[in-house]
C-alpha cells in the first residue's frame, strides 16, 4: 500500500488570494506539521515565512513540481484552531488575502525566521536589604521608592512587564534598585498570584447596577449588549464591576478603545482598581513591548488586554468579556490594506467564544441601534449622569452679522470671559488643524493648491509652510502670486488662528491647543490631559481627538467653533457623523458638581439637525434618520461593497471600473444595484486619480456570493494590472 504524502497548504503575505502547496522537509516533520504552525519556505527567488493553515493528501499541483519547505520555525501553533477559524472567517468575509490576514494578526518580530516561543522576562523580588529597607531612606528617589514599596506589600515577585504598566518608565529605576541589591531577577512565578482587586470607590446607581445584572447572567453565553449611556453616565464603572466578576472567575477582559490617546487614561483607571498583569496593544508601542505583551495574553497571564483598533486580533486563552467603548467610532474600520471592521470582528469573536460583547456609546451608530431594533442586540440604558452632574445647556448662536475676532464671536469672547472669571475651564472645539484653510490671490484669483491632490493648501504657521492634509506635501509659504506678483489673502480659520486670537484677547490666561501637530512626540497627549486634570490650562482649543471619552470635572463651558462643517456633505453619513461629533464634545462639559454650558456658533441656527438635538436628544434624532435610510434603502436597511481603483491616469482607473462592472452584470445578472463608474469625493489624492463602482443590495448572503465569484475575473482583467485597486466591504468612509 503506497502512503499518500502529506500535503501542507501554506498562506504567506501577498495580496494573492489563495494557498500554496508545499511537502514538508523530512518524513520525520509530518507529525509535528498542525494549522498555525510557521515554516520557512522557498518562494520564487526568495525565501518567506508561511503559516500552514490546513493539511491533506491532496494537491492541485503534481507532487513532482511542489516544493519542500525549509524547516519549521515554531514547537507549537502560533495560532490555536478556534483563533485560525476566526481569521479564515475574516479572509472570507472581506474578501482578502489570507495570507496578509493572517500577517496583519501578528507582531512585527513573529513575521520573521526567528523562533519565538516566550522572551526571557525578568521576574524582580526583594532581596533580604530590600524587604528590611526602611523607604524614607529612599526620599530622593520617590520613584525608586514607590516601587520598593509595592513590592514590600507584595512580597512575591512580579514581571517587568507587568510592573512597567503600573509605573511607566520605571526600567532605570529598577537597574538603580538592582545595584543596591534591593531587588534581584529571580525564576518566574506563578502567573495566577498577581491578582487583587481594589474595592470601588463609587456606588452603581439604579441604572448601573440593572445593566451590570443584565450581562452577569449572560456570562457564559453568547450575547451583545449596547450600554447606550450619557456621557458621563459612568459607563466605565459598569465594565469595571463586569470586569471584576470576570477576573474573579480567572478569565480574561479585552477593551478596546478607538484612540491611542485614550489608553493612558483608562488604563490609570484599571490599573487603580485591579492590581493584575495588564497587556496594551496599539501602534505606539516597541516591538518587543507588543510581543511581549500579546504573548501574555495568549498564555492567559494578562487579565486585561487593552489596546487599539489591532488589539481585536489578540489571542487570549480565556476570554470572558469583550467590551468595544465608543462602539460609534470611525476609527474602528480599517482604511486601507484589510480593510476590517474591529466592532464586527469583536462581535463575531464573542459568539464564537460564547461570551458576552459589549458595545458601549453616548451616541450609537445607526446600524447598531438598527440591531437593538431588530432584536439581535440588547439595550441596556444609562440616562442621567452620575453624582451631581447634570446635563449641559445649549445655546444656539446665529453669528451672522456679529462682530467678530478671527473665528470667535463677541458674545463667545464674553462667556469665555465670564467663565475664565469663574475660575473655571474652557473648551474650545474646531475641527480643523493650522492656521488658514486657503491662500489666494485678491488680484488674480491664483489658488494654492496641491498638484498631486488638486485641493486647498493648508497654512501652518508654527513651520511657516503649506501643508496639504490630504497626502502630506509641504512647500514653503508664499508671499506673493506667482501668476502675477500680487499680494496673497489668507482665508479661513484653524486651531492655530484660534490659539493666536485668545493669546491676544486673554494674555494672562494659560492655552493649550492640542491636536495631531501638538501631540505627535510620545506621552504628550498624556501630558497635556495630566494638565488639565490638574487645572493648570485655563483654555484648551482641540479637534476630534478631545471629543472622545475624556474626563475634564472643571470644564465649565464648550464652544463649537464652526457648528456648520458637514451639514451639507454628499455623504450619506455625514448627518450622523456631525450628530455624533456634537453630542460628544458636548458631553465634555459640566461633567463635575458645576453647571455647563455649550455655545454653537453657526450660520444655520434653524437646521433641523440642531434643534431636533438640542430639542429632543440624540436617539430621537437617530430615528429620523434611520427612517430616512429605510425609505431610501441605504445601510443599514441595505448591504454595501465598494470596488476601488487609482491610477496615476484617470482614464486607467476609470476603463478598469467600466470593465469590471460589465463583468459583475454578467455574473449577477440584476441581482445587485450597481452605482458607477464613478469617482470618488475627492477624485485625486497623492498624485493618483480615484474612481469607485459602488454595488447594493437588501441580501447580503447573496451580495458576497456575487463578489466572491467576480474577484476571480477581476483579478484576469488585463486593465487591473495598470491600477490599484481593493475590495471595501460595509464601507464607512467615501471620500
Known sequence: MITQPLILHIAIATPLRRLFDYLPATTSESDNLMPGIR??????????????????????????????????IDAQPIFDDNHMDLLKWAS?????????????????????????TEFDEKIWCLTENGLAL????????????????????????????????????????????????????????????????????????NEQ??????????????????LDGLTGSGKTE??????????????????????????????????????????????????????????NAKSGKAKIIIGTRSAVWTPLANPGLYIIDEEHDLSYKQQDGFRYS?????????????????????????????????????????????????????????IRGRKMYGPLSQPLVDEITQHLNNKNQVLLFLNR??????????????????????????????????????????????????????????????TERIEEVLAALFPSAVIARIDRDTTRKKNAIHNYLAAIQSGKIDIMIGTQMLAKGHHFP????????????????????????????????????????????????????????????IKYGYNHFCNSLLQERSDASLPPYSYMVFLRAEAHYANDAKNFIVKATMQLKKIANNALLLFGPIPALIEKRGGRYRYQLIIQSPDRKSLHKHIARWLDDIESLKDAKKVRWSIDVDPQDIT
Open 134 to 205: 526602611d523607604l524614607n531612606l529612599l526620599k530622593k528617589t520617590p520613584k525608586q521608592a514607590q516601587i520598593l514599596s509595592f513590592l514590600q506589600q507584595r512580597q512575591s515577585g512580579i514581571d517587568e512587564s507587568a510592573l512597567t504598566t503600573l509605573y511607566p518608565r520605571a526600567k532605570p529605576s529598577l537597574a538603580a534598585l538592582e545595584n543596591k541589591g534591593l531587588i534581584a531577577k529571580s525564576a518566574k512565578h506563578d502567573p495566577n498570584d498577581f491578582i487583587k482587586i481594589n474595592m470601588s470607590p463609587f456606588e452603581l446607581n
Open 342 to 398: 474591529a466592532k464586527d470582528m469583536l462581535i463575531m469573536r464573542a459568539t464564537r467564544d460564547k461570551v458576552p460583547a459589549i458595545l458601549g456609546s453616548a451616541t450609537p451608530s445607526l446600524e447598531t441601534l438598527y440591531n437593538v431594533k431588530k432584536g439581535r442586540f440588547k439595550h441596556l440604558l444609562l440616562c442621567r449622569r452620575t453624582a451631581t452632574a447634570k446635563p449641559p445647556q445649549y445655546r444656539l448662536l446665529d
Open 554 to 613: 472643571n470644564v465649565t463651558l464648550t464652544g463649537i467653533v464652526d457648528a456648520d462643517r458637514g451639514l451639507f456633505s454628499t455623504d450619506f453619513r455625514a448627518s450622523e457623523r456631525l450628530a455624533q461629533l456634537f453630542m460628544q464634545i458636548s458631553g465634555r462639559t459640566g461633567r463635575g458638581r458645576k453647571a455647563g454650558t455649550v455655545i454653537v456658533q453657526t450660520y444655520n441656527p434653524g437646521h433641523p439637525l440642531f434643534q431636533q438635538l
Open 238 to 295: 459598569v465594565y469595571m464591576a463586569l470586569m471584576e466578576s470576570v477576573i474573579r472567575a480567572g478569565k480574561q477582559c479585552l477593551i478596546l478603545l478607538p484612540e491611542i490617546g485614550l489608553t493612558p487614561q483608562q488604563l490609570q483607571r484599571f490599573k487603580d482598581r485591579f492590581e493584575v498583569s495588564i497587556a496594551i496593544q496599539h501602534s505606539g508601542l516597541s516591538d518587543s513591548e507588543r510581543t511581549q505583551y500579546w504573548l
Open 92 to 116: 472570507h468575509y472581506y474578501h482578502h488575502a489570507i495570507g496578509e490576514v493572517l500577517f496583519a494578526a501578528l507582531p512585527a518580530p513573529f513575521r520573521k525566521n526567528n523562533a519565538i
Open 209 to 226: 447596577k440593572s445593566a451590570t445584572t443584565a450581562v452577569l447572567k449572560s456570562m457564559d453565553r453568547a450575547s451583545v449588549f449596547l
Open 39 to 72: 515554516v520557512a519556505i522557498p518562494f520564487g527567488h526568495r525565501d518567506l515565512i508561511g503559516i500552514v493553515v490546513s493539511t491533506s493528501n491532496k494537491s492541485c499541483r503534481p507532487q513532482d513540481k511542489l516544493k519542500k519547505i525549509h524547516h519549521v
Open 433 to 494: 488643524r493650522g492656521y488658514a484653510v486657503h491662500l489666494f490671490c485678491h488680484c488674480c484669483g491664483w489658488k494654492a493648491e496641491c498638484n498631486r491632490c488638486e485641493l486647498p493648501y493648508t497654512y501652518h504657521k508654527h513651520i511657516d509652510r503649506l501643508v496639504c492634509h490630504h497626502c502630506g506635501v509641504t512647500k514653503p509659504y508664499l508671499q506673493n502670486c506667482p501668476e502675477c506678483d500680487g499680494s496673497l489673502m489668507l482665508m479661513g480659520h484653524g
